[in-house]
């Protein structure tokens, strides 16, 4: 027999397991954050090491714009909330600080080690973070409203530093450097991450869309991924059949 007080704790059950998915869900998009962050600025830290002459290899002569290839720049907000062209090694410095700065605000971002596991489940993805009015990521976990869209800002800042490191530094240094490979293994392992988590929409990821094209068509991103369904796999192949053509 099913009783009232059944169905009401049978209710709240649903409503804990509601709580405890959305707590794993914040917990991971801020965790991944760190971790993508962390990655990257192994990558930027090789640029901006300074040579022997005092200069680094990203500088405002070589980048005067946070470029991705000739189409493609981003601006920064000056404290008027002005769009400014800055050389890319400024607004790498920049967008560095403002990220560290939210990840060290532990009010905002919520990271426990000990909690948190990395995998990405889509049951827990979908509209990570475009929830509105009072209904938030991590709102029912007691986490902050402007959780989502900060962590959406961050996953949106290190896409345009992975952009500029493709356009204007693959060769020189990562290529020479032996370090392609590990660079292609961050950068593709953030795009799935980040289109699976919805927090990086299709149209943004256009500087880099051949790239996503060719790992679409050679199986870095399998056919089951939001990144090939984001991705023109004929134009892939295409790409890919250049490549051993040489
Ligand atoms: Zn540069």
Redesign the pocket.
Known sequence: MYTGGERQTERSRGWERAGARESMLVLTVSHTVVEHYRNLWNFVRV?HEKEEDGTS???PT??PK??AGKNHSYTWLNRNHEPVEL???EY?TLMQRWMSGKMDDPALFPTDPDTVSFAIHPEYTSNAAQQGGDEWLGARSGFPKQLGGTCQLIFRQIFRVYA??YW??FVEPFYHLNLEKQLNSCFSHFILTATTLEMLQPSELEPMQYLIDLWAADGTFPPESRPYSYANVERGRYIQSLGTAV
């Open positions: 640029l290899i990203c500088n070589t980048c946070m470029s050389p890319a090694y790498m500029h490191l204007d530094h």
